[in-house]
Structures are given as structure tokens and as C-alpha cells.
């Protein structure tokens, strides 16, 4: 079974600091994804940002980036210069591909980010 | 551009009463569609998923089942709610291998 841990229930971060949010997870898959995504209080959930297992170079989106550690099972999550639109609950997800049955998504139990002004 | 609704928004229930959550996805054909379950303080969990009109799979054994009667819409339900069924039910689309979930508004189910 796949689980998808992260440590860190709670952060906060002074406004333009950065940030790294952890997560670690378990597979014996090898074609699989990793996402994190945002919940704002409105509970919207947005993706932030995707990697994909077979690639080596890890994904960047403008102030969003993540360190992809596959060996160790470990994709964390940086936020530069943190905005106070960033305060939100932030998932790391897990995904392996199934191409007759659907993809299948895990979720970790999510880290309440706060960005204090 | 595809969109995803959710309904209702808010629901408080009975301890013992019949659920109905509806989702609907608009500007797509033939949806992966998931429902999860976010319990409070709790990450999501995958309650069921479909991958086509009346194919359904759950993930979780319990009190709830999920329907597919069309292709973009899929219906949380239960016959008789239990305390433990409060949450916010949120359900996702993807599409084919797309390995992006889109999700929808969520509904926040009381139950009393």
C-alpha cells in the first residue's frame, strides 16, 4: 500500500522568508507522480505543483519549488519569498498510474502553513 | 474550459438519515471521477473512484456507496448516516492518463 507521511502539522513563516514544507512516502511502484496541492480557507483545492518520478530535475513553478530526493522517498516543498496568500493547508499527493482502472491519488494529512505579516 | 459543481454546499443531516451528494463535471467526456472524505485535522481520504458510467470502486470499506448513473455524474450516498460520516466530501475529475485531479467546491456534511 502506498502511504504518503508528512511530519509537519503546523508552519509559519514571516512574510517574504522561505519555507520548506516535508514529505516522505512509501511505494514499490516505479512509474508514479507527486503532487502538492493548496487548500486555502476557502477549501478550494489547487495544485501547486506536479513531479514526475521519472524525471531527475526537479520541478519549478515562479516561487514554488520542490527537492525530489527518489532514493530516499522525499519530496519537500519550498516556498521563496512567502506571501500572505499563501497561508493555506498544503497536501503532498501520491499517484501511480493505472491505464485501464484510472490513476489512483493519496494524500498525506496536509500542513497548515500560516505566513505572518 | 471544464468545470466541476458540487451539491449542496452545506448539508445537516440526522443521525439515521438518507444521503445524496451530487457532483457534475462540465466540458469533458468520460471523467475519471473520485470522491474523498476530509475529516477535521485529517488529510483526504479516497472513498471511491470510477473510471466509467456504472464502474465503481471503493477504496474504503463503510457506510457509504457511490453511483455513476451518467458519464460526468457521480452520487455520494448512504442509507442511513452515522456520526462518523460528518465531513467535507470533496469530489475530482482527471482525464484518461491526465495525472492532474481538478476538484470541486466540496460539500460540508453535519451530521447530528
Known amino acids: 500500500a502506498q502511504t504518503v507521511t508528512q511530519s509537519q502539522p503546523e508552519m509559519s513563516v514571516q512574510e517574504a522568508e522561505t519555507v520548506t514544507l516535508s514529505c516522505t512516502y512509501d511505494?514499490?511502484?516505479?512509474?508514479?507522480?507527486l503532487f502538492w496541492y493548496k487548500q486555502p480557507p476557502s477549501r478550494q483545492m489547487i495544485l501547486v505543483i506536479r513531479?514526475?518520478?521519472?524525471?531527475?530535475q526537479n520541478a519549478t513553478e515562479n516561487r514554488f519549488s520542490v527537492n525530489f530526493q527518489k532514493a530516499a522517498k522525499s519530496f519537500s516543498l519550498k516556498i521563496s519569498d512567502s506571501q500572505l496568500g499563501d497561508t493555506a493547508m498544503y497536501f503532498c499527493?501520491?499517484?501511480?498510474?493505472?491505464?485501464?482502472?484510472?490513476?489512483?491519488?493519496?494524500f498525506g494529512t496536509g500542513t497548515s502553513l500560516t505566513v505572518i505579516p | 474550459s471544464q468545470t466541476i459543481h458540487q451539491w449542496p454546499a452545506t448539508l445537516v443531516q440526522p443521525v439515521g438519515s438518507p444521503l445524496s451528494l451530487e457532483c457534475t463535471v462540465e466540458?469533458?467526456?468520460?471523467?475519471?471521477l473520485y470522491w474523498y472524505r476530509q475529516a477535521a485535522g485529517r488529510g483526504l481520504q479516497l472513498l471511491f473512484y470510477s473510471v466509467g458510467i456504472g464502474q465503481i470502486s471503493s477504496e474504503v470499506p463503510q457506510n457509504l456507496s457511490a453511483s455513476r448513473p451518467q458519464d460526468r455524474q457521480f452520487i455520494l450516498s448512504s442509507k442511513k448516516l452515522l456520526l462518523s460520516d460528518s465531513g467535507f466530501y470533496l469530489c475530482?475529475?482527471?482525464?484518461?492518463?491526465?495525472?492532474?485531479?481538478?476538484f470541486g467546491p466540496g460539500t460540508r456534511l453535519t451530521v447530528t
Open positions: 513531479q514526475e518520478a521519472y524525471k531527475q
Open positions: 475530482a475529475w482527471s482525464v484518461g492518463v491526465s495525472y492532474e485531479q481538478y
Open positions: 466540458g469533458t467526456s468520460n471523467p475519471n
Open positions: 511505494t514499490s511502484e516505479s512509474n508514479y507522480y
Open positions: 499527493a501520491f499517484m501511480k498510474r493505472r491505464w485501464m482502472t484510472g490513476n489512483q491519488f493519496y
